[in-house]
């Protein structure tokens, strides 16, 4: 073998080794659980974690996920904050 095709040859595997490492780096599993799940603490705390959370629901797919139980959900209130505009 000549040092051009020696070259060649190495750099083709070079190439493999890292695609083959990059395919390897999956990524972590984390999925955020659907809003139906469970109605998150920062649902009752503040008025902004409400927001969300029915932001949240807006947003997912609910008509087709498991109901969730909303009876320990108090909206919260606060008489000091600005009212908010809802997008």
């Keep these: 073998m000549n040092p ?6 190495r750099g083709g595997l070079a190439s493999l080794l890292a695609a083959g ?9 984390f ?3 659907p809003a139906t799940s ?4 920062s649902a009752s705390q503040s008025v902004d974690g409400f ?3 029915l932001k949240m629901l807006v947003a ?3 008509d087709m ?3 969730v139980d909303t009876s320990m959900v ?7 904050i600005e009212p908010q505009a809802i997008p």
């Design 74 to 80: 108090t909206a919260p209130t606060d008489d000091t």
């Design 38 to 41: 469970q109605v998150p603490a």
């Design 21 to 29: 490492m990059l395919a390897a780096c999956g990524g972590d599993n």
């Design 60 to 62: 997912s797919s609910a």
């Design 65 to 67: 996920l498991e109901p």
């Design 31 to 33: 999925q955020t659980p």
């Design 4 to 9: 051009k095709d020696r070259l060649l040859m």
């Design 51 to 53: 927001i969300e959370y």
